[in-house]
Nanobody
Framework: QVQLVESGGGLVQPGGSLRLSCVASGFTFRLSAMSWYRQAPGKERELVAA????????KYADSVKGRFTISRDNAKNMVYLQMNSLKPEDTAVYYCKADGLGWGQGTQVTVSS
């Protein structure tokens, strides 16, 4: 059974940083592309960042380029999202996705003073 569990969300002031983590189980993690999505209230879920199975290809939404970094540790079945220079518009529920396999339950990120 595919399981994805996110952690690391919280309340942060504008300009601050957070690091989201997602631990995966129930599938061969090292063979799976992974992504982070987010969904703000009243908006559609959108892709934030994606990374291929070996980490050779990474892509970001234009809105987070230069501020967010996706990475993975295949030995630990973990994928991360380092978020710097956070803005109020980054406020959303952030989801980890194993492409073609499933989603995590999400972690709330709130950027507010």
């Amino acid at each position: 059974q595919v399981q994805l569990v996110e952690s690391g969300g919280g309340l942060v002031q504008p300009g601050g940083s957070l690091r989201l983590s997602c631990v995966a189980s129930g599938f061969t993690f090292r063979l799976s592309a992974m992504s982070w999505y987010r969904q703000a209230p009243g908006k559609e879920r959108e892709l934030v960042a994606a990374i291929t199975s070996a980490g050779g290809t990474i892509k970001y939404a234009d809105s987070v380029k230069g501020r967010f970094t996706i990475s993975r540790d295949n030995a630990k079945n973990m994928v991360y999202l380092q978020m710097n220079s956070l803005k109020p518009e980054d406020t959303a529920v952030y989801y980890c996705k194993a492409d073609g396999l499933g989603w995590g339950q999400g972690t709330q990120v709130t950027v507010s003073s």
